[in-house]
């Protein structure tokens, strides 16, 4: 067995990362994070743990290769780097992924980038052509709310904005909805998704449509929506009016917006979803709360704490380093 320092053998899995940050934050409140110590002491680990074992929440290891900012797990989610004017993810350059859902037993495989065939990812530095943090937390809380009250989704009209690589609008599928409307602005993206959801046998089940925000393009789909799903789409302020026009049109009254937003560097998250709360308001929308008689879950009182509950520490890290994450649910009056 190699040894390392100290003459310590060289461990495969061991997370030396949640050790050190976990006996700093015993000694000293506050001192860092899983994340930041493997950033920090990147040379220090490799040279003398060899490969890294990251392990996930069910206690599973997961290989890592010999650097710290490859993707161990394509369904968790991954460090994001800041590139001008975007984000880029560990992950972003892995041209398939796959997501397990735990509702129901099914897998979903994601092409992502601009091949997708098995070579190397071309969506570095693009928008919508491969998974965002946002998409996979908003994938995994349909799938929470769906093990806890599958009449969420079952046999409505679903409709998804920004789809991006179609991942939430594939799940929504497979969770029962009866039909769901996978949009986006982008030609290229919409090339994919259709591609994405052929994959997954959903063709029958997804009507993929080009969507510009706004009141008349909307008036397509006016009054046919039970709920609204989408996420990381309150970035940009110019865009809230355009944004809940088009919510509030194509949902029926009383149907329902489901909106999760993640902070990013210079971003922040909290100011952008009252920003676009007071817009969404003003179009015709309200806010639910658990304390609401219109909130329609009724087993789960916080989607907020339902989220955190299936993140792992990793995930934790990743959330609080970028200003974490808001998730709200809206109804049309």
Known sequence: MERGLFG???MKYFDIGY???TICNLLVPNCMTRLEFLEENRAFVLMNLGPIGVINDQGASLENKNTLDSCPNPSYLSPETQIPGSYISSCADLSQRVYKLSSVPLSISISQGLNGDGGQSTSTGRTGVFVWNSGLLLTRLL????ERDSSFLR???VLELGMGVGLTSIAAA???AGRVIATDGNEEVLQLARKNIEKNAEGDNIQVQKLMWGMLNAMDFYDE???VIGSDLTYNSGTWKLLAETVSTVLKPGGLFLYLSLGHAGFNVTG???GFLNVAVSEGMKVLTKDDGNWPLPNIPSLGDLLEANLNY???DILRLTGGVKVIMMQKK
């Not at 799938?143 to 769906?146: A, G, H, Q, R, T």
Request: aromatic share 4%; glycine share 8%.
């Open 8 to 10: 310590v053998e060289k």
């Open 19 to 21: 050790f050190c940050s």
């Open 143 to 146: 799938d929470k709310i769906n």
């Open 155 to 157: 046999g409505r009209t």
């Open 174 to 176: 497979k969770m029962g």
């Open 225 to 227: 929506v039970d709920v």
């Open 272 to 274: 952008e979803i009252a």
């Open 314 to 316: 990793d995930e934790k």
